[in-house]
């Protein structure tokens, strides 16, 4: 279990997931979006794969999802059912939940999406990543 207190964490921030990803875990990112943001993601990845990319681009007011295997992306997830929920300026906390079937995303306390697996050896996925234009506040594995 990691945390801080009320000081930011530097980025780009990189943090392991001891034992990996099983159902029921939940990885939760705190922050305050910069005023001029572009973007910033939060990946869950196994060795050089991206099993997880979740990317808020404010240029493009969507809401990126993907995986990325062997250095290829593979196809986008970009709709939602509601405008962009991430706001310049605000505070903001992701939830991630690994289920056995996809993550599923909270966004302050509401949810946000499902994400279907495409990498689905949980147990492997056991690093954390975030960057971007935050100043992140909070990171609990």
Known sequence: MMSCCNIPYQLPYH?????G??????????GIILHNA????????????????LNPRFDENVVVRNT???????EEE???PFTMPFRQG??????????????????DGQHLLEYAHRLKHLPDI?????NGDIELTKVTV
């Open 78 to 80: 970009r709709s939602l």
């Open 126 to 130: 056991d690093h954390l990543e975030v």
């Open 21 to 30: 990803l099983f159902p029921a875990r939940v990885i939760t990112v705190s």
């Open 38 to 53: 572009k973007s910033f993601h939060i990946n869950l990845c196994t060795g050089s794969d991206i099993a997880f990319h």
């Open 90 to 107: 605000y505070s903001f906390t992701v939830w991630i939940t690994c289920e056995a079937l996809c993550y599923k995303v909270a966004l």
């Open 15 to 19: 943090a392991s997931i001891p034992g």
């Open 68 to 74: 990325q295997i062997q250095g290829r992306w593979g």
